[in-house]
């Protein structure tokens, strides 16, 4: 099997240089729609897939994001591993705008836990999410980013907040409090499906801003998000090409055998229709 490489960021983010044989893809999934088609090709000499986190236009909503059928496309074309870009507000006077946090966990305050797993329907697994980034790919992308001179903070946490506004005072004030780095509203979902899908999954996240909590610097909006995202954009294009570079031709970190152990219920007892939904990820299981 021809194992690739999965990028999830801007609609901006595919137009990097060397990025060849571009098709435009669209996959059906049992779960829905997905957030656009899947740019495909080749980049680093390796078979990349692309999709634009919003839809091409910025069209979705972080609550609207469909992040299990995002992730079972992903893993129905092969993906194995899933490099993640994304605008984050600052929580810590040391991430500036213009950093990129490798954060390593995640604090959820969505209220959307059920969409966020592949399982029920008669299948139950529990995986272990305790350290819910893939290290292996992390590591990679902290020596890329050094390469590349970013000004990169090793490790971190990312509280997913729900939108889509921005948040209070109040809840920043909260936040930055509590000693949490930097906050989004995307990541968690991802990282959450991509693990139940044995998929490697680590996070570039793009510090646009100071959120709110910091009154000495103006609150965020959305022009201050773009202007800072588009002056990041050229390094964090360098960055993914070279963590795309190092990754091994085949799957075999702890993350593409999570399900091991994960899934409480008997075989004999998994319904035929949740099987067939999930042939893509139950596969090895079958």
Not at 163 to 192: C, K, Q, W
Request: with cysteine; glycine share 8%.
């Amino acid at each position: 099997m021809n194992h690739k490489i999965g990028i999830i960021g801007g609609s901006g983010l595919y137009h990097i240089e060397g990025f060849t044989r571009q098709k435009w893809t669209a996959v059906r999934t049992p779960f829905g729609a997905t957030s656009d088609m899947f740019l495909t090709g080749r980049l680093a000499d390796r078979e990349v897939v692309f999709l634009p986190r919003h839809g091409r236009g910025h069209r979705i909503l972080p609550s609207e994001l469909n992040h299990s059928a995002n992730i079972w496309a992903m893993k129905r074309m092969g993906v194995a591993w899933i490099l993640s870009v994304s605008a984050v507000g600052s929580l810590q006077k040391k991430h500036r705008p213009c950093d990129i946090v490798l954060i390593d966990q995640f604090v959820d305050k969505t209220k959307r836990s059920l969409e966020h797993t592949f399982f029920g329907s008669g299948i139950v697994a529990h995986i272990a999410f305790a350290d819910p980034i893939c290290e292996e790919l992390r590591s990679l992308a902290l020596k890329a980013a050094r390469a590349c001179k970013a000004r990169v903070h090793d490790g971190g946490t990312y509280v997913n907040m729900e939108g889509p506004a921005f948040s209070t005072r109040a809840e920043s004030l909260t936040n930055h409090r509590a000693g949490y780095d930097v906050i989004g509203m995307t990541n968690l979902g991802e990282a959450r499906c991509a693990r139940e899908a044995e998929i490697a999954y680590a996070t570039l996240a793009m510090v646009t801003d100071y959120d709110c909590w910091k009154e000495d610097e103006a609150h965020v909006t959305v022009e201050m998000v773009l202007a800072n995202l588009r002056r990041n954009a050229e390094q964090a294009k360098a960055i993914v090409a070279r963590v795309i570079a190092g990754i091994p031709a085949k799957p075999g970190w702890p993350c593409h055998s999570a399900l091991r152990n994960a899934i409480m219920t008997e075989r004999s007892a998994w319904p035929a229709a949740t099987v067939r939904k999930l042939k893509p990820i139950l596969a090895p299981y079958l």
